[in-house]
């Protein structure tokens, strides 16, 4: 019970240490993208983590990213989508955010286009953080204000600006 209820402590004080805005330092933010489709979409995204996790990496995160797009499609409305997968591979979280120049159709819950999309790439080994963070990513982009900044942040540095601020308003 002892070794149980630390772990789960630990695992809990990683979380909040865990900001978003701290992947995408580590990460991409790539600004009016176009793209056709969201299959065009995931790959290029995917694409611009060869930094991070290497050119081998890349072909086996695109599988799995749309493999989940295949269970049910990650556009959640208002816009937004989170594709998202974990890979036996991956050790810690990955993440690019894009605002696409034009909408694209991505299956949302609402049937609207998507203009803003956060991908997050994990690992098996760290499932939980990887659920929690997805669990943050949506409830900060379900901020009607929030989202029209990021509409209009002019660079890379804003957005990640606009993310911090963000993280630091009470819930």
């Not at 701290?22 to 065009?40: F, N, W, Y």
């Not at 990496?57 to 594709?83: D, H, N």
């Amino acid at each position: 019970m002892y070794i149980a209820s630390g772990l789960s402590l630990y695992l809990y004080l990683n979380f909040l240490l865990m900001k978003v805005s701290k992947i995408l330092e580590s990460g991409r933010v790539v600004l009016d993208i176009e793209a056709g489709d969201k299959t065009e979409l995931i790959k290029r995204l995917v694409n611009e983590l060869r930094g991070q996790l290497g050119e081998d990496m890349i072909p086996g995160i695109k599988e799995a990213v749309l493999q989940r797009e295949q269970v049910m499609s990650t556009g959640v409305g208002k816009g937004i989508a989170i594709p998202h997968a974990k890979m036996e591979q991956v050790d810690g979280h990955f993440a690019v955010f894009a605002r696409l120049k034009n909408p694209i159709e991505f299956g949302a819950v609402d049937d609207e286009p998507v203009r803003l999309v956060f991908l997050l790439v994990g690992g098996h080994k760290k499932s939980g953080i990887h659920i929690k963070l997805l669990s943050k990513i949506s409830r900060l982009l379900n901020h009607d204000n929030f989202r029209n900044q990021l509409l209009k942040a002019s660079d890379d540095h804003s957005v990640i600006e606009l993310f911090r601020e963000e993280e630091e308003q009470p819930a």
